[in-house]
């Protein structure tokens, strides 16, 4: 059994907010998502997903069916070392979609679990800045705020938080069924969102929809041309729309920075976008995406 220490920081905000955190090996997905919030003392009322080599791990429940990403992973069902990460390895998180707190997460290290100390994991080791704000925003931030953390304290009600968080997201989840990874073989290559492709894509995104749905009613139009029953039309028709609603040519429902190039992917597969629609992209955003769905 192996120990890995993160360092989650939060990103995009004029704030020093950061934790490093132990946690073994078999730990889920989900548990170190847990860790991140509970160690920030994030309330966990809110969905969250976490990314990393093109794979998206979210939890699926009943109300959001019709508005899933295509493709996403259950992260209760997955470990960190089936993830194969190496050192420096990056995962991105996003909790709070309208908020969208987004958090760099960071494989800063890897020792062997010295053996009868796996119930010390997970452990809060250093810190700095008292807790995320969620309902001010970081307005009104005091110098405590921005101090290192005390560890002791912090640690007390750490694995509790855990445990509390654990209980209240993985109830009543859809998405349950475990499947393969998707390997990009993406260690060798790295790419960061700038802010001009950013923007770019959040100016071209609304164009691409509108195309792309133009093409989507013309096919309802012609089920509708169907000489068929009316019922049988109508109950097509509503398949086919929940199905479209689901789709990023149609609607985004997580439009992010940290998620702008699963978007991309997924639009790309939908065909609702060709590699001709990026050519006024970055060259190392077109060579990620060419590298990535090869």
């Known amino acids: 059994m192996q120990v890995y220490k993160f360092k ?60 899933a990403p295509a493709v996403c992973y259950n992260p209760s069902l997955y470990t960190l070392d089936e993830l194969n990460l190496n050192v420096n390895d990056e995962l991105k998180m996003e909790y709070d979609y309208g908020a969208s707190w987004e958090f760099n997460i960071k494989l800063i290290s890897v020792n062997e679990m010295k053996k009868g100390t796996h119930r010390h994991y997970p452990y809060i080791t250093k810190g700095v800045g008292r807790k ?5 925003y970081f307005e009104n931030l005091t110098d405590e705020d921005k101090k290192e ?40 290559y790295n790419y960061e969102t700038n802010e001009r492709d950013w923007k770019l894509f959040k100016s071209k995104l609304p164009y691409w929809q509108e195309n792309n749905i133009k093409i989507v009613i013309n096919e309802y139009q012609n089920l509708l041309n169907k000489n068929i029953p009316a019922s049988r039309k109508f109950w097509e028709l509503d398949k086919l729309m929940k199905k479209d609603k689901k789709k ?18 997924e639009l790309l597969k939908e065909k609702a976008i060709t590699m001709d629609d990026l050519n006024d992209f970055s060259s190392e955003l077109k060579s990620y995406i060419k590298i990535t769905i090869k």
Do not use: P
């Open 8 to 67: 989650a920081s939060l990103t995009d905000r004029n704030v020093e907010l950061w934790r490093e955190i132990e946690i073994l090996s078999n730990a889920t997905v989900a548990n170190l998502a847990y860790c991140v919030l509970a160690s920030v003392d994030a309330s966990g009322s809110h969905l969250f997903n976490i990314n990393y080599n093109n794979n998206r791990f979210e939890f699926i429940y009943d109300e959001m069916e019709d508005f």
């Open 132 to 136: 995320l704000d969620e309902e001010e």
């Open 149 to 188: 953390i005390n560890i002791k304290h912090y640690n007390v009600l750490f694995k509790d938080d855990v445990w509390r968080m654990q209980e209240g997201y993985e109830q009543h989840i859809i998405n349950t069924k475990k499947t393969d990874l998707a390997n990009y073989n993406m260690s060798n």
């Open 248 to 265: 990023s040519g149609v609607i985004v429902y997580n439009l992010s920075r940290s998620n702008m190039i699963n978007e991309i992917l």
